[in-house]
């Protein structure tokens, strides 16, 4: 019996190594499993949070866009008041509300309210009992009324309860004209009911549950619920809604319950298996390797990509350190230049231009282009390796990488520059030709005309007087293109003195007051000032010219144009005023522009070349001042010249092409 006990323990009984082992290899592989799987579920809540923040940030951009949609229609009524300079017209303000209630998708009403107080509102019915409130008497609304005063902001304020029914959101803008005085208020109610009840079913088709929740600006916590009643601890997702004067806060989550749970039991079981752990190891390792190498291919093929462009550029290409010395350069670079490419490593950029400090002065490229944050752009005089100038077109970008690094192109442009002398030198030389024999003619018809050669038929007297018109024309078209031509060219004369500006305009006054009698307007001098400025006497009379013929010639008979001269600081304005029709909109943007005219009617009907006001600009800053004009349709304009005073320390620093004297 004992010896049979003795043979038979050691087979029923597991060895404790073997135990162990098992033990160990079972927990390690639990441990693993579980550890994946708590990896996995936090991915996976990290998808959901994605998920429901992607289609939250849509539900938000619909809100915003219909928000915006609505809300910024109004901002137009800012520059009708102020080009009204805040005087609102029934007529003209009525059309603009009803177009704007047309176009926007939730605007119950819109309100004007000039001087805080409510003075238009459309539409009209149902909204009557608004008409006339005074802000500052209302103590629900004057608070944001003052807040959005003092912040000169727009506020969104709401949802309020309507008296018409239903809420609404209030927009409200405050107007401030171009002298910075305060104007008042423009109100816009927005439809609160219709375009949450928009947002939350747009959400529900998404598969969220939202609220949206008004932010306490100074706490940073939850003020007031707006819409929804999803709680923002159970949000997967919480976004920021930026409105005028304040922030809500979208918290969004899913509609139906999380089915992750069955994925995870799923996960589990499968986990177990030593041969899904291995797979999915292999998985892991397989596909980190298989990214790396496709970005390792991406990468080189962009760089080969880059490689063709740079090399076969047609325009000159240079790669250089944040030092400007060249670490390469393409072959028509070195074309251009006469260099080898080994030759050009390692110049620097002020060794091959005219400049001695480069493309940009001595802030260097790389300031220049931190400072404008943007590409530079720039004409440059190079110098090949034989001395030759050559003028070209550069441009320099930074490139931000590991090291950062400079890209140049550069464009010959000496043909261009060539093309334009010629095309000056053609118009110079025409205008030339033209203007003697034009002269006789234009004498000869004068005297036909003036009846000293003797009288002619009345039939044959009209076509004369038409021709001597013409040709009259026609002089003063070829005397403003010699003039800009002479002035582009840097070869127009300055006599500059230093002399009283008062004068000058009483001289022109008197001048042309017979040219205003053939309008039937009157010029009339307003102001005085006995400031020097260091001017051309002629070249003042040439602006003044344009300036006051320009005045009466749309001016309406019987009016006045008004010549002013006033002193600010160191400058001296003069500004010539008609009550004409005033200058369209659309015009506006290219009214100094050579051979601009606002209707080519003008030409026939008022004469001129539409080369004046280009000349007067150019004759004003070459003699160190500018130009500038206000107008409103209808009521006339406004074009004024300023010049620094003589010793005011502008004047003093001045440079003017062709000054003499």
């Not at 002269?439 to 050669?453: M, Q, W, Y």
């Not at 002629?538 to 749309?554: E, G, H, P, T």
């Amino acid at each position: 019996m004992k010896s049979r006990s003795s043979v038979e323990g050691p087979g029923r009984n597991p060895s404790a190594s073997a135990i162990l082992g098992a033990l160990v290899a079972f927990v390690l592989c639990i441990a693993v499993t579980e550890l994946m799987l708590f990896q996995e579920q936090q991915r996976q809540a990290k998808q959901r949070q994605l998920v429901v923040t992607n289609l939250a940030g849509e539900v938000r951009g619909l809100l915003e866009g219909e928000l915006n949609a609505s809300l910024h229609l109004t901002s137009g009524l800012i520059a009708y008041i102020q080009s009204g300079r805040g005087n609102l017209i029934a007529g003209e303000i009525e059309p603009w509300l009803s177009g704007l209630i047309k176009q926007g998708r939730h605007i119950r009403n819109i309100g004007l309210a000039p001087g805080n107080r409510i003075a238009y509102i459309y539409p009209l019915a149902g909204n009557e009992a608004a008409l006339g409130l005074y802000y500052p008497d209302n103590p629900l609304q004057w608070p944001a009324v003052e807040q959005a005063m003092r912040t000169r902001q727009p506020i969104l304020a709401g949802p309020v309860k309507l008296k018409q029914g239903g809420s609404g959101f209030i927009y409200r803008i405050p107007v401030f004209l171009s002298q910075g005085g305060y104007w008042g208020i423009i109100s816009t109610v927005v439809n609160a009911d219709e375009l949450l009840d928009l947002v939350t079913q747009a959400a529900h088709r998404q598969g969220l549950q939202i609220s949206l929740v008004a932010i306490n600006e100074k706490a940073s916590a939850r003020q007031s619920v707006i819409v929804g009643e999803l709680d923002p601890a159970q949000a997967l997702a919480r976004l920021q809604v930026t409105v005028p004067g304040g922030q809500w806060q979208l918290n969004a989550a899913p509609l139906n319950a999380d089915d992750s749970l069955d994925h995870a039991l799923l996960f589990r079981g499968v986990g177990w298996s030593i041969a899904g752990l291995v797979a999915l190891l292999v998985f892991l390792l397989v596909n980190a390797n298989a990214r790396r190498s496709a970005t390792l291919e991406a990468l080189n093929a962009s760089q080969q990509r880059f490689t063709r462009a740079f090399e076969t550029a047609p325009q000159g290409m240079a790669l250089l350190d944040l030092n400007e010395a060249c670490l390469d350069a393409n072959e028509a670079l070195c074309t251009l230049l006469g260099y080898s490419r080994d030759e050009l490593r390692g110049l620097r950029l002020s060794a091959l231009t005219e400049s001695e400090d480069g493309l940009t002065g001595s802030a260097g490229i790389v300031g220049a282009i931190s400072a404008t944050h943007s590409v530079v752009n720039q004409e440059q005089r190079f110098l090949s390796k034989t001395g030759e100038p050559i003028d070209c077109q550069m441009s320099v970008a930074l490139v931000e990488a590991n090291p950062s690094y400079l890209i140049v192109q550069v464009q010959d442009i000496r043909e261009h520059k060539r093309l334009e002398r010629l095309k000056r030198e053609f118009v110079s030389t025409v205008s030339h030709e033209l203007r003697t024999p034009l002269t006789s003619i234009a004498g000869s018809l004068g005297l036909i005309v003036g009846g000293v050669l003797g009288q002619v038929p009345e039939r044959m007297q009209h076509l004369l007087e038409i021709a001597h018109l013409n040709s009259l024309r026609l002089g003063q078209l070829i005397n403003d293109l010699l003039d800009m031509d002479k002035l582009v060219a840097g070869k127009m004369q300055f006599n500059l003195v230093e002399q009283s500006l008062q004068p000058l305009l009483e001289q022109a006054v008197a001048s042309y007051t017979s040219y205003a009698e053939k309008y039937r307007v009157t010029y009339r001098l307003v102001g005085e000032s006995a400031a020097d400025v260091f001017v051309d006497s002629m070249r003042i009379q040439q602006v003044l010219a344009n300036y006051m013929s320009n005045a009466a010639k749309f001016s309406p008979a019987g009016s006045d144009v008004t010549v002013q001269i006033t002193e600010d600081g160191s400058k001296v304005r003069v500004a010539v005023t008609d009550v004409g029709p005033g200058i369209p909109e659309e015009f506006r943007a290219r009214i100094f522009q050579k051979f601009s005219q606002a209707d080519s009617s003008d030409t026939r009907n008022r004469g001129g070349t539409g080369l004046g006001l280009a000349i007067s600009k150019e004759l004003i800053q070459r003699m160190g001042g500018s130009v500038g004009f206000e107008s409103v349709v209808g009521a006339g304009s406004t074009f004024w010249f300023e010049l620094p005073r003589h010793g005011s320390g502008e004047s003093n620093t001045r440079q003017v092409a062709g000054v003499s004297g």
